[in-house]
């Protein structure tokens, strides 16, 4: 009597091996797609920096010319 048929990665067991294998590697790859776009989304709209903030409280006439330049200078330097 031949065993050979339950030795065969193609019969038996190793079909749940293989299939394992490659439902692993796609849902890896299809997190790090999701992970990555989602955090590439939010890095994107991290708010204002510095110097926008600065130029929008110039632009609304809360700061004068030389306290925008001063500051500016200030961050610049930082």
Known sequence: MDHSYWNNWNFGWGWLIW????FILFSNIGNWGYTYRAHRKYDMQSGNNAF???????????????????????IAAA
């Open 19 to 22: 299939f394992g294998f490659i």
């Open 52 to 74: 926008d903030i600065l130029s929008e409280r110039y632009a609304r006439g809360e700061i004068s010319r030389e306290e925008y330049s001063k500051m500016k200078a200030d």
